[in-house]
C-alpha cells in the first residue's frame, strides 16, 4: 500500500490539521490588511499621490514574478531529513515578522520620492520573505495528503484560520488607527508602526508552527536530482499550463484573486465616500465605526460560507460551490453599484453581506483543486513538480494584485479623487463612479468568467481516485492497461491526446519498495 494513503484519526489528526491550517493566517491576513488599507497608508500617511502608490504594490509585484517561479523551483530541488517543503517555512518566519514591520514605517525619510523608493525596497524585502513561506506552504498539502476528500478537509481548515486571520487584524488595525476621515491619517503614523510589528508577529510565527506540526510523506517520486538550466524551467512552465485542466484552474484562481483584491481594497473608500465613517455605540464593544462594521460584516458571511461549501464539495464535487456563491456575490455588488449617500445604511449592509458570503469561494474553491493538480501533472509527464506549480500561482496572484492596485490607482486619479473630495459633501458622480467601477463592475464581469471555466471540471472524488490507483501501478509495474473509456478520461482531464501522456507509455520501472527504499537512503545519507 503506498504509505500515504493512511488517514490518521483522534488527536493527533487534529493536530495535524490545526498546525497545517494556521499557516495560512499569512496568506489570509496579510492579503486583507495591504489590499484594506496600505493604498490609503501610502497616500493619507505618508503623502504619496495616488499614481506613486499604486506604482509601490505594482512594481514589486515585477519582483514577485521573478523570485516566486525560483523559489518554486528550489523547493522541488531540495532534499533534507524534514522533507523539501517544511525547512522553507521555518527559514521565513523572521524575516516575514522584520520585513512587514518595515512596511509601515517610513524610518524617519522625509520627501515624496525618497518615500516611494524606500517603500518600493521594503515591499520587495517583503514580498520574498512572504514567499519564502507561502510557495512551500502551497506545495505542502499534496506531499502530506494523498486523499482527495482529506485534502478538501485540510484545505477548508486553512480557509477558516485564514478567515480568522483576516477579522482579527482588522480588529486590530481598527483599534490602533480609529479614522474617521482621510486627513485623520497622518496623525497615527506612530500607531502603524506598532501596529505593523503586531501583524508582523501574528503572521510569522504560524509559519514555525506548521513546520513544527507537518510531515511530507516520503516515497513520493522526485525530480530533485534533475539538473534545471533556465530553459528547462521556463519548458517546465509551459508544461504545467498545456494541461487544460490547470489553465482552467488557473485562470480561476486568477480571477478569484483579482475579485478578492478589487472588492477588499474599494471598501474602504467606498464607505468614506459615500458615508464618511460613521460612528455607532454597541454593547460590549464600545464606539465602532461603519468601516469596522463593513469589513467584519463581510468577513463574519464569509466564513459563514465555509460551511455550506464544504458540504457542497464533499456531496457534489470540489469547485461546485461556485455556482452557488458567484450569483450571490453578483447580487451583493449590483445592490452597491445603486448605493448613493442618500441610501439607508441597512440596505448599504446588505449589500456588503451578500458580497461576503459570496467572496467564500473566491479563495476557497482554488486553494482546494490546486493540490490536486501535481497528480495531472504526473499523469502526463511522469513527474511532481508541487513547488514550480506553487511558484506559478504566487506569482500569479501578486501580479494580479498588483495590477489591482495599478488599475484602482490610476481610476482614481483618472477620475480626480483626492482628500479634497473623499467625503459624502464633496463627492460627485464622476469620482464615485470611479470607485464602483473596480468594487462593482470589474469584479462581476470576473465572476461571470469564473463560472463559465467552471463548467465541465473533469477532476472529481471518483476521477481523481482512478488517476492516482493507475499512476500507482504504472510506477510499479512500468506499464498498465486501460479500458478505452479510462484513456478518455485520461485524454480529457489532460487535454492532450492519450497517445501523449506519461501514463501511455510502456517502459521498465524499479518496483515501488525498491524505489521507496532509495528514496529513503538518500535520506538518510542527507541526514
Known amino acids: 500500500m503506498n504509505p500515504t494513503q493512511t488517514k490518521e484519526r483522534g488527536l493527533k489528526k487534529v493536530w495535524h490539521v490545526t498546525a497545517y491550517a494556521v499557516g495560512f493566517a499569512l496568506d489570509g491576513g496579510v492579503g486583507q490588511v495591504l489590499s484594506l488599507y496600505y493604498l490609503y497608508f501610502l497616500m493619507y500617511a505618508m503623502g504619496l499621490s495616488p499614481v506613486l502608490a499604486g506604482l509601490v504594490a505594482s512594481l514589486t509585484k515585477i519582483w514577485d514574478g521573478i523570485i516566486d517561479p525560483v523559489i518554486g523551483l528550489l523547493v522541488d530541488k531540495t532534499n533534507t531529513k524534514w522533507g523539501k517543503c517544511r525547512p522553507w517555512l521555518l527559514a521565513s ?3 516575514v515578522f522584520i520585513t512587514y514591520s518595515l512596511l509601515w514605517t517610513n524610518l524617519g525619510i522625509e520627501g515624496t520620492w525618497g518615500k516611494f523608493f524606500y517603500f518600493i525596497f521594503v515591499y520587495m524585502l517583503f514580498s520574498t520573505a512572504s514567499s519564502i513561506g507561502i510557495v512551500p506552504y502551497d506545495a505542502l498539502l499534496p506531499r502530506m495528503i494523498d486523499d482527495y476528500n482529506e485534502r478538501t478537509d485540510y484545505s477548508s481548515y486553512r480557509m477558516i484560520f485564514s478567515g480568522i486571520a483576516s477579522v482579527a487584524s482588522t480588529y486590530i488595525y481598527e483599534a490602533l488607527i480609529p479614522v474617521k476621515t482621510t486627513a485623520d491619517y497622518a496623525n497615527y503614523t506612530h500607531n502603524f508602526a506598532v501596529m505593523g510589528m503586531i501583524l508582523g508577529a501574528m503572521f510569522a510565527v504560524p509559519l514555525g508552527i506548521t513546520f513544527l506540526g507537518s510531515k511530507e510523506h516520503k516515497g513520493l517520486q522526485d525530480d530533485a536530482q534533475e539538473h534545471y538550466t533556465f530553459k528547462e524551467t521556463l519548458r517546465g512552465y509551459g508544461e504545467l499550463l498545456k494541461s487544460r485542466l490547470y489553465r482552467k484552474c488557473y485562470a480561476m484562481t486568477m480571477l478569484g484573486a483579482f475579485n478578492q483584491y478589487a472588492i477588499v481594497s474599494t471598501l474602504v473608500i467606498f464607505v468614506l465616500l459615500v458615508y464618511s465613517n460613521l460612528n455607532y455605540t454597541v454593547p ?39 455556482l452557488i456563491d458567484l450569483p450571490i456575490l453578483a447580487a451583493g455588488l449590483i445592490i452597491l453599484l445603486l448605493i448613493t449617500p442618500q441610501t439607508p445604511v441597512w440596505l448599504f449592509l446588505l449589500g456588503v453581506s451578500l458580497a461576503g458570503a459570496g467572496t467564500s469561494c473566491l479563495g476557497f474553491v482554488p486553494s482546494a483543486l490546486m493540490p490536486d493538480l501535481p497528480d495531472v501533472d504526473e499523469l502526463i509527464y511522469g513527474k511532481r513538480r508541487e513547488g514550480v506549480s506553487a511558484g506559478l500561482v504566487k506569482m500569479g496572484k501578486q501580479v494580479v494584485q498588483g495590477l489591482a492596485f495599478l488599475i484602482f490607482s490610476l481610476l482614481l486619479a483618472g477620475f480626480g479623487l483626492d482628500e479634497s473630495n473623499t467625503t459624502p459633501e464633496q463627492a460627485d458622480f464622476t469620482s464615485m463612479l470611479a470607485v464602483k467601477l473596480m468594487l462593482c463592475v470589474l469584479p462581476i464581469a470576473c465572476a461571470a468568467g469564473m463560472l463559465l471555466l467552471s463548467r465541465n471540471y473533469k477532476l472529481n472524488a471518483e476521477s481523481h481516485a482512478i488517476v492516482k490507483k493507475r499512476i500507482a501501478q504504472k510506477r510499479e509495474e512500468g506499464s498498465v492497461q486501460l479500458s478505452s473509456q479510462e484513456q478518455e478520461l485520461f485524454a480529457d482531464i489532460a487535454g492532450l491526446p492519450y497517445e501523449e501522456l506519461w501514463i501511455a507509455r510502456q517502459e521498465i520501472q524499479p518496483q515501488l519498495g525498491d524505489s521507496l527504499a532509495a528514496h529513503e537512503a538518500a535520506l538518510t545519507r542527507n541526514e
Open 93 to 95: 518566519v523572521v524575516p
Open 284 to 322: 460590549l464593544l464600545g464606539t465602532i465605526t461603519l468601516t469596522f462594521i463593513t469589513v467584519n460584516l463581510k468577513g463574519g458571511f464569509e466564513i459563514a460560507f465555509f460551511v455550506p461549501n464544504i458540504i457542497a464539495m464533499k456531496k457534489r464535487s470540489k469547485h461546485f460551490p461556485l
